[in-house]
């Protein structure tokens, strides 16, 4: 496979592509359209000549089939261009390392430490990408996609491999939850797909978590502290109050696999006013409304505590379980598991304790499960890429869609 997915995973995450969940524009940064533009100008220049970035920040692009392949179904590659907003993911400085063991050095006082990440061992051998311990490294989801489009330049060059039309859709916004919003289906060609935007190599994902957010905004009264006995009631306190009520077994720290959480994102809070924002998560779909309706007697009992409109909720789903749409698709896991098997690389089937643009996907007619990217600790200055795990998952996409050509 060719070495140079790594030349463009890294000068992909030389772009800023960090979205902002408090912006109402499209994309939410426009820097995010700085690197969409860039790649699809790439795309045009290996010979992707319907590659184009749309208004909206989305690129599109298909490869056509091999004469022999015209008339099978196109399979589609999906990945996301912006990078959470947790940490940042301005002036990313990617480094190389040979790992043979213990903790890696960062910079910044920071080390990628094999008793904090046990997940390290497992490397020893191979080259890592780290970062210098001041921002994220950006393989969710820059390494998806350096993956889809080295994969598509191989394809190019080997014209004996058959294939059908492969549809390709680099999203902005996935890390707010807004990347499948305007995903336009006229444009992409296929029926089904992939997001390639999981972890670790290997990992082959069709369940996901179920996903809502809530805020509780609290309107507090202000009186001088002197004065204040039975008349004051400080927002910031009350604040504190809904988060205490939180289950504390139930958060992100303290769940794995399919167990559900609540987790407090962000709180502002003065004496006058206050909000507390979370999100909600569970596989079970049951499981998952008991834990709104959880949330919304909460605020009804605080209410009738403090005062009928002290507290008020506001709660919206964000994206669903995509096993059920999946089920009937089966074929898709399996070919999956077909195509990492050839490239050596062992499948595990895991639940995704988050999401991806494949649910939303999914759920609006698009099945789409989710695969590996190779990359692990997302979102925060210790995420690192192995060097093999990116050359693994081009040798993955390229089985993949030549697998379609002989269904």
């Known amino acids: 496979?060719?070495?140079?997915?790594?030349?463009?995973?890294?000068?992909?995450?030389?772009f800023a592509t960090t979205s902002d969940s408090s912006s109402h524009t499209v994309p939410s940064t426009d820097a995010q359209k700085v690197l969409g533009e860039a790649i699809a100008e790439e795309l045009r220049a290996l010979g992707l000549t319907d590659a184009e970035m749309d208004g909206q920040g989305y690129v599109y692009a298909t490869l056509p089939a091999t004469p022999d392949c015209a008339d099978k179904p196109a399979v589609?590659?999906?990945?996301?261009?912006d990078t959470s907003p947790d940490v940042s993911g301005e002036g990313v400085k990617p480094r190389i390392v040979s790992y043979t063991g213990g903790d890696i050095p960062l910079g910044n006082g920071e080390c990628l430490s094999a008793a904090a990440f046990p997940?390290?061992?497992?490397?020893?051998?191979?080259?890592?990408i780290v970062t210098d311990g001041t921002t994220l490294l950006g393989a969710d989801d820059k390494a998806g996609v350096a993956e889809i489009v080295t994969a598509c330049a191989y394809l190019l060059a080997h014209p004996e491999l058959s294939h059908p039309t492969v549809a390709i859709c680099f999203t902005p916004d996935e890390e707010i939850g807004r990347g499948a919003d305007h995903f336009d289906f006229a444009r992409f060609p296929a029926k089904v797909a992939y997001t390639v935007d999981g972890g670790e190599l290997g990992e082959l994902e069709y369940e996901n978590f179920n996903a809502a957010s809530a805020?509780?905004?609290?309107?507090?009264?202000?009186?001088h502290p002197g004065t204040a006995k039975n008349k004051m009631k400080n927002a910031a306190l009350l604040a504190a109050e809904v988060v205490n009520a939180l289950p504390p077994a139930e958060t992100p720290a303290h769940t794995e696999g399919y167990?559900?959480?609540?987790?407090v994102t962000d709180i502002h809070a003065e004496t006058t006013?206050?909000?507390?924002h979370m999100i909600?998560?569970?596989?079970d779909w049951d499981k998952f409304e008991a834990r709104k309706a959880f949330v919304t007697r909460l605020v009804d009992y605080l209410n009738a505590v403090h005062g009928e409109g002290t507290f008020t909720l506001s709660m919206r789903d964000s994206y669903y379980n995509m096993k059920e749409k999946i089920l009937p698709h089966?074929?898709?896991?399996?070919?999956?598991e077909a195509a990492m098997a050839q490239a050596g690389v062992e499948p595990v089937t895991v639940p995704i304790r988050g999401g991806t643009d494949g649910a939303r996907l999914s759920w609006e007619g698009l099945p789409c499960p989710n695969l590996s990217t190779g990359g692990a600790n997302f979102h925060g200055i210790h995420e690192f890429i192995p060097v093999q795990s990116l050359e693994k998952m081009v040798q993955v996409l390229v089985n993949l869609a030549v697998l379609f050509g002989k269904e």
């Open 273 to 276: 006013d206050a909000s507390v």
């Open 76 to 81: 589609g590659f999906i990945a996301h261009m």
């Open 259 to 263: 167990e559900g959480f609540y987790h």
């Open 330 to 336: 089966m074929e898709l896991i399996h070919r999956a």
């Open 215 to 223: 805020t509780v905004h609290i309107k507090g009264v202000n009186i």
């Open 280 to 283: 909600i998560r569970d596989h």
């Open 1 to 14: 496979m060719p070495a140079n997915v790594i030349q463009r995973f890294l000068r992909y995450v030389s």
């Open 119 to 128: 997940n390290l061992a497992r490397y020893v051998g191979q080259e890592l």
